[in-house]
């Protein structure tokens, strides 16, 4: 099903529209048919916009999260992925919104074996708990999850497109996802460093094989000065 929408009626009154493109999206899969996610998108899209002019992504927000969990009670996961993705962009202001919004997106990653979403939504996390909690146990836990999406990434490139559940139809350039996992790799060298010398020294030592192959200098002395530190302690 492919929905259509007046621009004009969605800036005048995003409430109204809000119901309407609700009302429209579950008749839809009551009926069991296939939504056209572009258009789905930029319907969506095109409310967000309005309520943020309003001054009122709190009313958008609560909307968007009951339509995502109905999705997710009627089994697509997909299309609720599509609506945390897009409610994370909105609220990039709001890192309390968006932690809870990316544990949600980050769960339909998962059942989806997405590697590329759940990397992102690791992403959105360990930006937060590494201002919030920097040393913390969750933060490693999303930073290990986040390693093994990369590096599953990085080995199956050309295969990680046909798990790619969006509405995009090409990744990043490997690069960019090798780079990101040198740096997750000495992030967590950086925690460990005391509890666990040997598996952060083998983890930095990854770090910086993949920094230096891409030239990432600022990074290469701290990784360089971990590797000293932890060297002495073999």
Known sequence: MKLTFDPKAIQANPNKAFKLFEQKVTKSISRKENVNLKSFYAELGEIGDAFVAQNDLQTMNKGSNRLAELFVNKGYNNIAGIIYSFLIKLNKDNPTEIENLATKALAIAKRYNDPVHIMARCNDLRKIY?????????????????????????????????????????????????????KVKLQIAEIIKDKSPKEALEEATEAYKILKKHGIANLLTKNETLLSELSKQK
């Open 130 to 182: 590494s201002i919030t909690e920097p040393q913390s146990d969750k933060l490693l836990k999303i930073l290990y999850t986040e390693k093994r999406a990369l590096a599953s990434i990085c080995k199956n490139y050309n295969n990680a497109q046909n798990r790619f559940q969006t509405l995009e139809t090409k990744l990043k350039p490997l690069e960019n996802y090798e780079i990101l996992l040198g």
